[in-house]
C-alpha cells in the first residue's frame, strides 16, 4: 500500500490497550461525459462514478436540462438522447422511465431521462444530446 493511500491511525480501546488500524482512501473514479447542447454547444465534464447523468449536469450547470423533481423520475424534464455508440452500455429504460418518458418533448428511440442513468467507469466517454427543449 501505498503511503498516499494509507492512512493509519492508532487509538486506546475500552480496556486501555492501543492498536492500530489501516484507513483507506479511494479516490473517486471519474467518467468523462459529453453534453451537446440543441445548438450544437458541446460541455465534456467529469462525473463521478456513482452520479447520475443528469446530476453531473446541475452540478456544473449545464444548459439544457432543468431536473425539477430532482431526479425522482417525476418530472421528464432532464430528458436526453444518448448517442448511438453509448446505446448498448447505457441500457435501455425500465418501466418507470419509459412511463415518464411520454410526457417529455420530441422522444426518440434514444431518449432517456438522465437521471436514471447512473454514471459508471464503463461510461467514461459517454455523449449524450439535449433536446430543443425539456417541454
Ligand atoms: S429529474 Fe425529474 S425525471 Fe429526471
Redesign the pocket.
Known amino acids: 500500500m501505498s503511503p498516499a493511500s494509507c492512512m493509519c491511525r492508532s487509538f486506546a480501546g475500552p480496556s486501555g490497550a492501543a492498536g492500530s488500524f489501516h484507513l483507506r482512501t479511494r479516490k473517486s473514479k471519474m467518467a468523462k461525459i459529453t453534453y451537446i447542447e440543441h445548438n450544437g454547444t458541446e460541455h465534456t465534464i467529469d462525473v463521478e462514478s456513482g452520479m447520475?447523468v443528469?446530476e453531473g449536469a446541475i452540478k456544473n450547470s449545464i444548459p439544457g436540462?432543468?431536473?425539477?423533481?430532482?431526479?425522482?423520475?417525476?418530472?421528464?424534464?432532464?430528458?436526453v438522447y444518448v448517442a448511438d455508440a453509448w446505446k448498448e452500455k447505457v441500457g435501455a429504460a425500465e418501466s418507470m422511465?419509459e412511463d415518464?418518458l411520454d410526457f417529455a418533448f420530441d422522444v426518440r428511440e434514444n431518449s432517456r431521462?438522465?437521471?436514471?442513468i447512473k454514471v459508471t467507469d464503463d461510461l467514461d466517454g459517454l455523449v449524450v444530446n439535449l433536446p430543443e427543449k425539456q417541454f
Open positions: 447520475t443528469m436540462i432543468d431536473a425539477d423533481c430532482g431526479g425522482a423520475c417525476a418530472c421528464a424534464t432532464c430528458h422511465e415518464m431521462l438522465s437521471c436514471q
